[in-house]
T-cell receptor, first 113, second 112 residues
Framework: DTEVTQTPKHLVMGMTNKKSLKCEQH?????MYWYKQKAKKPPELMFV???????INESVPSRFSPECPNSSLLNLHLHALQPEDSALYLC????????????FGNGTRLTVT | DAKTTQPPSMDCAEGRAANLPCNHS???????VYWYRQIHSQGPQYIIH???NNETNEMASLIITEDRKSSTLILPHATLRDTAVYYC?????????????FGTGTKLQVIP
């Protein structure tokens, strides 16, 4: 079991749909991350929030919109996605300290039809 | 962050030590070496990290060369559950958060 909870585990959506991915942690971590992972590839960083402020956006298309309502919750809003956006979306969190590792959830498997 | 180079795949017999190498020849003085692994259908899991001294925890040992240009992750008695992709990462702390960039990793297959 992981201490970072992602919902839903699986999501199928059409290209005209709007959906959201949710990530929750109750470890008191102050940084939260979104990664995207295509099949047989390493995870790719998308966004980083630190103390609820967006710190890194890795030039992600605007059809992906992150939101950090509070320090325990991270959302990824999806709109007008393309089939090539189908992937495993991973959330992670870390304490604010210098040496602390990232704690990952098990991801949401997204399929865009 | 410094780039890392790992072999794409390795096999290891169950019960034997698995030694996974990583080259990070452009590492700078304040960059740490981290290892994560990803078991199929799960998120990456932190294993161990180090700066310049060798480190050991309940999962593994990390050996870093004196010039810090390479390191080896050692799983002392590999089990079938250790079959996973292992990622070596060199990262810098940016103040409150980290920028962790994954390379292609090594797919370790533990064979019965």
């Amino acid at each position: 079991d992981t201490e970072v909870t992602q919902t839903p585990k699986h999501l199928v959506m059409g290209m005209t749909n709007k959906k959201s991915l949710k990530c929750e942690q109750h470890m008191g971590h102050r940084a939260m991350y979104w990664y995207k992972q295509k099949a047989k590839k390493p995870p790719e960083l998308m966004f980083v929030y630190s103390y609820e402020k967006l710190s890194i956006n890795e030039s992600v298309p605007s059809r992906f919109s992150p939101e950090c309502p509070n320090s325990s919750l991270l959302n990824l809003h999806l709109h007008a996605l393309q089939p090539e956006d189908s992937a495993l979306y991973l959330c992670a969190s870390s304490p604010g300290g210098a040496f602390s590792p990232l704690h990952f959830g098990n991801g949401t498997r997204l399929t865009v039809t | 962050d410094a780039k890392t180079t790992q072999p794409p795949s390795m096999d290891c017999a169950e019960g034997r030590a698995a030694n996974l190498p990583c080259n990070h020849s452009t590492i700078s003085g304040n960059e740490y070496v981290y290892w994560y692994r990803q078991i199929h259908s799960q998120g990456p899991q932190y294993i161990i990290h180090g700066l310049k001294n060798n480190e050991t925890n309940e999962m593994a040992s990390l050996i870093i060369t004196e010039d810090r240009k390479s390191s080896t992750l050692i799983l002392p008695h590999a089990t079938l559950r250790d079959t996973a992709v292992y990622y070596c990462i060199v990262r810098v702390f940016l103040g409150g958060y980290q920028k962790v960039t994954f390379g292609t990793g090594t797919k370790l297959q533990v064979i019965p």
